[in-house]
């Protein structure tokens, strides 16, 4: 058993390719062992900006030796025949075996194929799986005519203990690696996996990527302690920055105190964005005027150098945010509104400013079911997107709303105004936080069912995988907000007051009907997603039309508690046993039973008691349904036990 490694080395890979790429390399590498039928034991694959390195331990120096048997022509065929024969399998007339068979005698040639070596299947193996890595985006460079993400400068391929000769357009492989470029990418032999795991630790190159993850992690705390600060946390700055560095060394810069008056997300926005800084706060949850950067190295002076750097480059971009935020200032949120004409919703359904004004629409008629005053909504709707104008905003779409609020506070509107307009787009995801203001949840609300009726109207519905306009998301934030908020209301009512007040040219029930399908399946899969059975939300989503999604998910939280309860698993076993004896009646007589019990044949008491229950059981059932006393209703369900029982024990 002998290890094949390999490593490519190239210019610094994107961050967000480079766990594909390894995975790819590894999936192309494996799958071509096993077709050619080289066995192995494990494989460990290293990935950082500048290497893709994959060990494969275990391979086996030669494959496995079989013997295949073929059939031939009968004895008694024509030479021609038989000579045709022997010249495909390369054997003489004297190698072939005769075998009587039903059909008769016919030769037989018995093939024994000896294993093929290693050193010979992997260089075209080890090339193609190269090759085959699916780069997003790839170049070519000098006069070369191959393609990669960037250009590579070292293939360091060896197996048991050699070069395993491979190309790669003009690059041939190696038994040396490259060491970290910034102490002088010196040329180093490799032996083996572990040889090379020891070169790469001397050199500080932390090719294991939970490695370089926890020593960030830990360089940050310890600095953290010193000064008393708090991490903001965020994972993909996290996933995005290991991508960046071969070397972590986390060092801490300060923030200049005449940006600390620009809104904190813009601070944070900025140094995630533009520099992938850490930001971080004070025990009390305050900005602090500190960040962090992840290096590449320390440098001979304690990294004073790097952090002067770094704090001078922000300070160039945190000018332009100042600048952005001084000048939207001046410009009240109101006089902005003109400026959304000249901004495109969609091609088929017109400006901004178009939405706005279906978004006025809808939240009107929200607010009038809701019971509320809708003067601080009206004019949260009419400002929601005001400040997708402003330069700031543009620099930074991710701010929207956000910036709005600041803005509005800046211009003397209400709190309740500035929420609403900083919440609308909220819940964005599963995880996003909902809002709960009645303000900002009409506000979000109509925004919301804005963009399904319009996009639906113009039949841009979500197919498959493909979703560009974030129509699930959007169905999805509707349900958070009514569910979280235990909001009541008919989508059906409320899609058809947008349809209409959209003045959209379709067929409106068909679409309506569709939408409101759409989002029950929604709402589905967010039970089934916050752990409700799916037998019981199928058993409640049969039996119920409804549109309201409160009263669909009371319903549900109330069979699963019964149904959970030792009288509801009890009933539910009597109301199989019922079932299947009705089925098998109705089977027998070729006939439904679904009239009503005719009580004249009744005779046994327990008969008699079992339909007095039932006749009890049903008015009270009907009536916790109508006022949607769910629970009680449920319960009283349960008194049917007793009745059943003897009914089955003694009839």
């Known amino acids: 058993m002998s290890e094949l490694l390999l490593e490519i080395i190239s210019e610094e890979i994107p961050a967000g390719m480079q766990i594909r790429a390894i995975a790819d390399l590894e999936a192309n590498l494996v799958s071509g062992l096993t077709e050619i039928g080289l066995s192995y034991n494990n494989v460990e694959t290293f990935v950082t900006p500048r290497r893709l390195t994959v060990s494969i331990g275990g391979v086996a120096e030669k494959t496995e030796g079989f013997t295949e048997e073929r059939r031939g022509p009968k004895t008694d065929a024509p030479e021609k025949a038989v000579r045709g024969f022997l010249g495909s399998v390369g054997l003489t007339i004297n190698e072939i075996e005769k075998r009587q068979t039903d059909k008769g005698e016919f030769l037989y040639a018995v093939i024994h194929v000896s294993g093929q070596d290693a050193l010979d299947l992997l260089p075209p193996l080890v090339e193609q799986a190269i090759k085959k890595i699916s780069w997003p985006k790839s170049m070519r460079w000098a006069n070369h005519t191959v393609r990669w993400v960037r250009p590579i400068s070292n293939i360091l391929c ?101 940006f600390m008056d620009v809104p904190s997300e813009v601070l944070v926005t900025t140094m995630k964005k533009n520099q992938k800084y850490f930001s971080l706060t004070t025990p009390d949850g305050c900005l602090a005027s500190k960040f962090l950067v992840v290096s590449n190295q320390l440098g001979r002076d304690g990294g004073a150098a790097i952090v002067a750097g770094n704090e001078r480059v922000l300070r160039a971009r945190l000018a332009d945010a100042k600048f952005f935020w001084e000048q939207d200032k001046k410009k009240r949120l109101e006089s902005r509104l003109s400026q959304l004409n000249n901004i495109s919703f969609h091609p088929k359904l017109g400006s901004l400013a178009n939405k706005v004004d279906r978004m006025v629409e809808i939240a009107s008629k929200i607010s009038d079911v809701m019971g509320l005053d809708n003067e601080n909504i009206l004019r949260a709707v009419r400002l929601a997107k005001a400040d997708l104008s402003s330069g700031m905003v543009i620099e930074f779409p991710n701010l929207q709303g956000i910036m709005g609020s600041y803005y509005a506070i800046n211009d003397g509107e209400s709190q309740l105004v500035a929420n609403a307009i900083r919440d609308h787009y909220s819940p964005m995801g599963p995880s996003d936080s909902c809002p709960t203001e009645p303000t900002s949840v009409v506000v979000s609300l109509a925004d919301k069912i804005d963009s399904l009726i319009s996009f639906w109207a113009i039949n841009e519905k979500p197919t498959g995988s493909k979703d560009p306009f974030g129509l699930r998301r959007a169905a999805l934030g509707i349900i958070r907000l009514l569910i979280d908020n235990k909001v009541r209301l008919s989508l059906s009512d ?13 067929i409106k029930r068909d679409v309506v009907d569709d939408l409101v399908s759409f989002c029950a399946d929604r709402l589905k899969i967010h039970m089934k997603s916050s752990g409700k059975r799916h037998d019981l939300i199928a058993a409640v989503f049969s039996v119920n039309k409804e549109d309201d999604f409160v009263k669909m998910l009371s319903c549900v939280d109330a069979l699963t508690e019964f149904i959970e309860s030792d009288d509801g698993s009890n009933l539910l076993v009597a109301f199989r046993r019922a079932a299947n004896i009705l089925r098998i009646e109705e089977k027998k007589d070729q006939i439904e039973f679904d009239d009503l019990v005719d009580t004249k044949l009744l005779d046994e008491m327990e008969e008699i008691e079992l339909d007095k229950a039932l006749t009890k059981i049903i008015t009270r059932v009907t009536s916790n349904l109508e006022y949607e006393e769910f629970n009680r209703a449920m319960s009283d369900l349960s008194h049917l036990r007793s009745p059943l029982d003897n009914f089955f024990e003694k009839v």
């Open 494 to 506: 409320i899609f058809d007051h947008a349809w209409e007040s959209g003045k959209y040219t379709n």
């Open 158 to 258: 060896i197996f048991n203990n050699n070069i395993l000769p491979i190309k790669f357009g003009p690059f041939e492989s190696c038994d040396f690696t490259i060491s970290h470029r910034m102490l002088g990418s010196k040329k180093v032999k490799i032996r083996d996996l572990q040889d090379y795991k020891r070169v790469m630790k001397e050199d500080n190159v932390l090719i294991d990527r939970k490695e370089r993850r926890d020593k960030i992690i830990e360089n940050a705390t310890t600095l953290l302690e010193q000064e008393d600060l708090r991490l903001v946390s965020d994972d993909n700055l996290l996933e995005e920055v290991l991508g960046l560095v071969e070397m972590p060394v986390v060092l801490m810069g300060s923030i200049d105190p005449e």
